[in-house]
């Protein structure tokens, strides 16, 4: 995943999810993340860069709080995979040969 979607991806699970920037800080910080606070901040509102190990230990701050409350929401980190492959769709009139008829003892 590069910088640019897992910096709008987490915003959006902190906004989503209405975190306090000041707890995920300590949270952060207590990972091993070194941003000062108003870095976070920025990071959060998009005007500001994070290096991916500092994105990855906001990541899973926000992960490890969200799990916490039991909300379903996660951040991606930065080796995660943007979206996960959605399954082909087949065109309803078309016959598919794999597939069976529901109706057919076959």
């Keep these: ?7 709008a991806l987490t915003g959006a699970v902190i906004r989503e999810c209405r975190l306090d920037l000041a707890q995920l800080w300590l949270e952060f910080a207590g990972l091993g993340g070194d941003a000062p606070e108003h870095l976070i901040r920025d990071y959060c509102a998009g005007q500001a860069h994070l290096s991916a190990k500092e994105r990855d230990a906001l990541a899973q701050a926000v ?19 943007l979206s996960a492959r959605m399954p082909e769709r087949h065109d309803p009139k078309q016959k598919d040969p794999e597939r069976q008829d529901p109706y057919s003892s076959k």
């Design 1 to 7: 995943m590069d910088a640019v979607d897992q910096q």
């Design 63 to 81: 992960n490890e709080h969200c799990a916490a409350e039991g909300l379903p929401l996660r951040a991606p980190l930065s080796g995660s995979a």
